[in-house]
């Protein structure tokens, strides 16, 4: 996979409430793709609607001409309650041409992944992001 993870902990999102349009009882992600639309936009970081997947939510992004898929879920802490630990896997989409040639690699300093990391440290409810070393 071409793709690095930032950790976060928080009680800001959902990690309680199974949503009867959940097609997994753990998708949960929907509150959190909301939230950070809006401020990727504000660092024009071009996103489409959230989609659920069967281990969350997926947030497709573009940053100029890269394309990328914010994979998006969490795991309470405690059943029931909303405090607990999410990831967010940052995969960069490449070409068949560019795997090929073995280029278009996600790279540790990419600037979509700095720009979230910054969103989320911005935030006074989200607390410890940090990377996943080998994701």
């Given amino acids: 996979m071409n793709a690095l993870r930032i950790l976060f902990k928080s009680r800001r999102f ?9 097609i997994n009882p753990c998708c949960f992600g929907e509150d959190l793709a909301a939230w ?10 071009g996103t489409v609607a959230p989609y659920q997947e069967d281990f969350g939510w997926e947030l497709p992004a573009t940053y100029g001409r890269e394309s990328y898929y914010l994979c998006i879920s969490g795991n309470a802490d405690v059943a ?3 405090e ?34 910054q969103i989320l440290s911005d935030d006074p409810e989200i607390r410890d992001v940090h990377r996943e070393v080998n994701c």
């Fill in 36 to 45: 950070l639309r809006p401020k990727l936009s504000g660092k024009n970081i």
């Fill in 80 to 82: 029931g309650n909303d």
């Fill in 14 to 22: 959902n990690l309680s409430k199974v949503d009867e349009h959940f």
């Fill in 84 to 117: 607990g630990e999410w990831g967010i896997i940052v995969e960069k989409r490449r070409s068949i041409w560019e795997r090929l040639r073995r280029k278009g690699k996600i790279a540790d300093d990419d600037g979509v992944v700095r720009l979230l990391e």
